[in-house]
């Protein structure tokens, strides 16, 4: 039986057709994702032949691991490997995320000190409609810093076509970009993408923690509460409403709902098109109209 065939074939119920096979020689090997943008490898596996096939796959993207075996173990012997697997894996994963992060944070300080103020007639501000703030640009690139207990990380490049790319191998779990000032006793507000974050920064003139995703949401509003215990934090979530499961509004409430934090949604007055799903969309409507 090919258990490396086996291995894909379970690797590609999640991700979709591979066309290589992987590697057994218990190494750490990176690959790119179908769907991921050109150039990019995210997923990552590891796999084992010896005794109990095993190995493991996922990507750093969103950080889901799973784990595949041969079959099932036979006896305590053959269990207590597996979790001796499981565990040497999961520290081989954190050294290795450790080791690209920090070249990643040295990649971003270096690019961050050579670029330029970015204007705000770039192509991408001018169509939201947003100042550029403290944003800066690589050409016509712009570059979104991404925070951690006040350094920079990483950071996300922002194309002129408004496509999006995140340094390779940065952290961004827990990570933001901060426009304006967080005060004790204001509102800080925690939405989503850049463009959004400076809309709510606009209009209110309260400071905005730009989560990047709808799944760190969570964790950044989590983060930022213990550093800043007495600002008024606030989900501003996305409204998703077209896409199944709308998980930028399951993703708030859920933020809103543990951190026990006020909560607010673009207030839709239902002449919109349901394709516009943040604040930024609202207001650049709302302009046009």
């Not at 709902?257 to 650049?284: H, K, Q, R, V, Y």
Request: hydrophobic share 40%; charged share 20%.
């Amino acid at each position: 039986m090919d258990f490396v065939i086996l291995f894909r074939d379970d690797m590609q119920s999640v991700f979709g057709p591979l066309d290589w096979l992987p590697i057994p020689d218990g190494k750490i090997h990176r690959f790119h994702v179908p769907g991921d943008a050109s150039g990019t490898h995210n997923g990552a596996y590891q796999l084992y032949l010896n005794w109990i096939a095993w190995g493991w796959f996922g990507t750093w993207k969103d950080g889901k691991w799973h784990n595949w075996r041969s079959r099932k173990p036979a006896n305590r012997l053959e269990t207590q490997l597996i979790d001796q697997r499981i565990k040497r894996a999961q520290r081989d994963r954190e050294a290795e995320q450790h080791k690209h992060q920090q070249a990643a944070a040295k990649n971003a300080n270096r690019l961050w000190s050579q670029a330029q103020p970015a204007a705000d007639d770039h192509p991408y501000l001018s169509r939201k409609r947003v100042k550029a703030y403290s944003l800066r640009r690589d050409g016509d690139v712009l570059l979104v810093p991404l925070i951690h207990d006040g350094l920079l990380v990483s950071l996300q490049h922002i194309f002129p076509d408004g496509s999006k790319r995140f340094l390779f191998g940065g952290k961004t779990t827990g990570c933001c970009s901060l426009i304006g000032t967080i005060q004790p006793g204001q509102p800080l507000y925690i939405c989503e993408g850049w463009a959004t974050g400076a809309t709510l920064h606009a209009e209110t003139g309260a400071a905005v923690a730009c989560a990047m995703t709808a799944g760190n949401l969570l964790l950044v509003a989590h983060h930022l509460r213990r550093q800043h215990p007495n600002a008024v934090l606030i989900v501003a979530g996305d409204d998703d409403r077209i896409t199944e499961g709308n998980p930028g509004r399951t993703a708030a409430k859920k933020a809103a709902d543990i951190l026990g934090c006020g909560l607010i949604f673009p207030p839709w007055s239902g002449a919109e098109p349901l394709t516009l799903s943040d604040f930024n969309d609202l207001a650049n409507w709302r302009a046009a109209q």
